[in-house]
């Protein structure tokens, strides 16, 4: 697998955290009906100290500084300056948390001991090198009675919104690599008793791991035609994703193509002028 090669920070800011950085917009509208479940089961409480581990562009970070209000505070962490750089850019609206972003690793960062009510993430705690060194780290950052909850990803087959567009780009990758079920990467923690374990080890109790099953919108046409809306939704999972892997360091002709595919097995799951597909994820929850 090419992301591999790399370490995490250069992944992240390299052309992919610039094409994520690119496409914040896009991923918060495709992500809002987990963004939801991930907030209704933090259930943040006005007044609470928030850290948000991968903060990304900056999403969940100014949704937990609305939870929070005035009396509140939210440290945003993540080791990619493309997308700090969005974040920073976006307002935090008045009567709400103040919220301090850090370019820092989740796995290492000092970020002060007993410090924290709650650590939340959306998707930004599969790609840690070592996982257990990073989840005892956020641990440590947690006050007494300190909760932690974030979003992953169950099993790529409980996910067509990859399983469909990606059974449409492997006839033209054949060479590609299939992902280590154990290395960073989306789908890292599918299982939920390994993830469990792992969280238990590191000093977390009461885990429980929900499953989240939702629809996510991926494209829409304004015309109302099934083939727009295939096409904006092939634009956003070959941009973005476990999808774009498959296409990274591919020529502009096989990547063409795989849109082109990608577009006709997407056609059939356009209704009313969109294309929907199920997404599964862990609603992750431990005390600290
Ligand atoms: C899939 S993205 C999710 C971003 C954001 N939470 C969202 O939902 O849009 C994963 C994020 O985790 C960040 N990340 C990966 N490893 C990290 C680490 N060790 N410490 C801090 N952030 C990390 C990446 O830079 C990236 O922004």
């Known amino acids: 697998m090419v992301q591999a090669a790399m370490t995490q920070a250069e992944y992240w800011n390299g052309e992919v955290g610039q094409r994520w950085a690119r496409s914040q917009a896009v991923l918060d509208a495709v992500f809002a009906p987990l963004t939801e479940a991930l907030f209704s089961g933090a259930a943040l409480p006005p007044g609470a100290a928030i850290l948000d581990v991968g903060c990304g562009a900056g999403a969940t970070a ?24 969005v974040a920073r850019g976006r307002p935090v609206r008045a009567g709400d ?30 790609f840690f090198s070592d996982s257990h060194a990073a989840f005892a780290n956020i641990r440590r950052a947690l006050k007494p009675g300190g909760r932690l909850t974030f979003l992953c990803w169950r099993a790529m087959a409980d996910n067509p919104w990859v399983t469909v567009p990606r059974a449409a780009v492997l006839p033209l990758v054949p060479d590609a690599s299939p992902p280590d079920p154990d290395g960073p990467g989306p789908f890292r923690f599918a299982d939920p008793e390994g993830l469990a374990r792992l969280l238990e080890a590191a000093g977390f109790d009461a885990v429980a791991c929900e499953p989240v099953a939702r629809d996510l919108v991926l494209g829409r046409a304004q015309d109302g035609a099934a083939r727009t809306a295939a096409e904006a939704a092939a634009a956003v999972v070959v941009g973005l994703g476990p999808v774009s892997r498959l296409l990274r360091d591919r020529e502009p002709p096989v990547r063409q193509a795989a849109l082109e595919a990608v577009t006709e097995a997407l056609v059939p799951h356009a209704r009313d002028g969109a294309v929907r597909l199920g997404a599964g994820c862990w609603l992750v929850s431990a005390a600290g």
């Open 97 to 126: 948390a103040p919220v301090a972003w850090i370019e820092a690793d989740a796995e290492t960062h000092a970020f002060g001991a007993d410090a924290f009510d709650h650590a939340i993430s959306r998707f930004g705690v599969m």
């Open 62 to 85: 100014l949704i937990a500084a609305r939870a929070a209000g005035a009396g509140g505070r939210v440290l945003a962490a993540d080791l990619s300056a493309p997308l700090l750089s």
